[in-house]
């Protein structure tokens, strides 16, 4: 019996040798099990969270929504910081061209010096905004001209008696040079055609009182009797009034269809390509949840 088994199991041997020869394979060797004592905890998966930092610097106009902007991006991403300044427009323009932060803020179109400055800058419009003329709530002043506002701010019609409103010497409020909100309303009011024919763009009154933001710009008209000035639509506000432009007011529907003639773009700016975390939070704003919130205070570019 003992002989009849080891012949069997001899068989048996010579049986698998010979059919794993016929198959040019050999028997395949067991892997020991993977021990989950290496198997990585969960708390170190990777997550699709962002992490770091991002800086964005210039226009104060677009300051407050890109805060609001980067308070809900933060919620979604615990481990990310965003930091804002302001600075103005040309201060976005020149701390994205040199790389001074990742992400710059202009709140007018760029310049054709500036483009061929920084050759490789990039432009990401994410809303459009019109720009208000607006005085003390003391002034009745029905509707006015581009040309006569343009008189106006450049200090050639100082009384509103001399376009429709009450007698009243005009006190002019600007921004400071170096503003997107006074650059863009510069381009779009204050140019002229000089006697040649040529488009010139005029200066702002020398006399005008000259504030760092729209919100100074605000409270400086609400508070001075027979002032003037000019504000972005997201700032408007009860303590100040609006006047329309060729009796049409301005609103964001006048000018998404065009009859409010006064606006300009939002900008973001990056030297080439946004960096990852710049080109994340750039995506999140032209998404629907960033335009929604964009859509609170201006017009969406989606």
């Known amino acids: 019996m003992r002989f009849y088994l080891k012949i069997m199991v001899m068989a048996t041997l010579l049986l698998v040798s010979s059919v794993a020869a016929q198959c040019g394979t050999s028997a395949p060797t067991a892997k020991p099990a993977e021990s989950t004592a290496t198997a990585k905890p969960a708390e170190t998966v990777k997550s699709d969270k962002l992490s770091g930092k991002l800086q964005l610097a210039g226009s104060t106009t677009i300051q407050p929504l890109a805060e609001k902007l980067a308070e809900a991006f933060m919620k979604l991403n615990p481990n990310l910081t965003i930091e804002i300044q302001g600075g103005g427009s040309s201060v976005g323009v020149t701390s994205a061209g040199e790389s001074t932060v990742e992400v710059g803020m202009a709140s007018r179109e760029i310049k054709d010096s500036e483009k061929d400055k920084y050759k490789d800058l990039q432009i990401f419009t994410i809303a459009i905004d019109g720009i208000a003329i607006v005085v003390n709530p003391n002034v009745?002043?029905?509707?006015l001209t581009i040309e006569q506002a343009r008189k106006i701010f450049a200090g050639e019609i100082t009384n509103f008696k001399d376009v429709g409103g009450d007698d009243g010497n005009i006190v002019v409020v600007s921004r400071e040079e170096g503003s997107g909100t006074r650059t863009a309303f510069e381009e779009l009011v204050m140019t002229h055609k000089d006697?040649?024919?040529?488009?010139?763009?005029?200066?702002?009154y020398e006399k005008a009182l000259l504030q760092q933001s729209n919100g100074q710009i605000r409270t400086t008209i609400a508070t001075t009797p027979n002032a003037i000035g000019y504000l972005s639509l997201g700032f408007l506000d009860s303590s100040i009034k609006t006047v329309p432009i060729d009796k049409v007011e301005p609103t964001i529907a006048n000018v998404l269809s065009g009859s409010y003639k006064i606006k300009r773009p939002m900008n973001l700016l990056t030297k080439g390509a946004p960096s990852p975390l710049a080109k994340?939070?750039?995506?999140?704003?032209l998404s629907n949840d960033g335009q929604t919130i964009v859509g609170k205070e201006y017009i969406k570019v989606k």
């Open 140 to 143: 009745k002043l029905p509707t």
């Open 195 to 204: 006697a040649d024919g040529k488009s010139q763009v005029g200066k702002i």
């Open 280 to 285: 994340a939070f750039i995506d999140y704003i």
